[in-house]
T-cell receptor, first 111, second 115 residues
């Protein structure tokens, strides 16, 4: 079992729709969770982070966390073509205080 | 967000040469910096964790004598790829963690091509 599981995609969504990305993790000790966006050929950039169970909204992005289910998700509302990228889920491992990256979900927003 | 500067952005070198990559946190102090490698269509692979003033901690399978890491100050870490070979060609990315929290910010990356 991988430490962080993400559907590789591509997740194809029409412009203006909601993109829903899921992530499960194996380390029950993880307390902080990060979502990064990576455009092709570029380095990751931080989208948002979440520490507590429930929802956290930041602009068009909403992160959802359920520690009991070891599940974290990211919703992108009103998707734009510029949102087309790979989204990386990264829990912070309790041991070593290091990020563990999933393989990423590639999102394709079609005009 | 915080800014992490990584230089150079691209390097092309001959096999057997050494390449140094710099990573600087520009507007915050980073007690910990991380070095990642990413091959095409794969996720980031952590190579080593670098703490200011101490030796780097390397992940399993990463040769510490080949990938030399120095973290001499709270704003600068360097990665030297010694005696580079074509199989070392990859995208190397550094990140820095703000000492006030757990957020990691990434540099723009260095694309290394060894001929």
């Amino acid at each position: 079992q991988k430490e962080v599981e993400q559907n590789s995609g591509p997740l194809s969504v029409p412009e203006g729709a909601i993109a829903s990305l899921n992530c499960t993790y194996s380390d029950r000790g993880s307390q902080s969770f990060f979502w990064y966006r990576q455009y092709s050929g570029k380095s990751p950039e931080l989208i948002m982070f979440i520490y507590s169970n429930g929802d956290k909204e930041d602009g068009r992005f909403t992160a959802q966390l359920n520690k009991a289910s070891q599940y974290v998700s990211l919703l992108i509302r009103d998707s734009q073509p510029s949102d087309s990228a790979t989204y990386l889920c990264a829990p912070l491992k309790a041991a070593g205080n290091k990020l563990t990256f999933g393989g990423g979900t590639r999102v394709l927003v079609k005009p | 967000g915080a800014v992490v500067s990584q230089h150079p952005s691209r390097v092309i070198c001959k096999s057997g040469t050494s390449v140094k990559i710099e990573c600087r946190s520009l507007d915050f102090q980073a007690t910990t910096m991380f070095w990642y490698r990413q091959f095409p269509k794969q996720s980031l692979m952590l190579m080593a964790t670098s703490n200011e003033g101490s030796k780097a901690t390397y992940e399993q399978g990463v040769e510490k004598d080949k990938f030399l890491i120095n973290h001499a100050s709270l704003t600068l870490s360097t990665l030297t790829v010694t005696s580079a070979h074509p199989e070392d060609s990859s995208f190397y990315i550094c990140s820095a963690r703000d000492f006030r929290g757990n957020i990691q910010y990434f540099g723009a990356g260095t694309r290394l091509s060894v001929l």
